[in-house]
């Protein structure tokens, strides 16, 4: 199972860098930055803030494909 992510897209409807969106739910800049490039699968209390802080559905923001 892969998760892609709609992170980088979502930001910047806000205006929001990986730092700013990093801050806002808890975790570090480079956290955010593996989560962009799929190489972090988030928990699912992480994927829930980030969706929230996107005014997005955890749906929106990732995207579960089979490999």
Do not use: H, W
Request: no cysteine; hydrophobic share 40%.
């Amino acid at each position: 199972m892969i998760i892609k992510t709609r992170i980088k897209e979502l930001r910047a409807r806000y205006d929001l860098t990986q730092d700013d969106l990093a801050n806002m739910v808890g975790v570090t800049r480079q956290t955010m930055l593996y989560l962009e490039k799929g190489k972090y699968n988030p928990s699912l209390v992480l994927a829930y803030k980030i969706a929230k802080t996107l005014k997005s559905t955890l749906e929106e923001v990732f995207i579960i494909e089979d490999e």
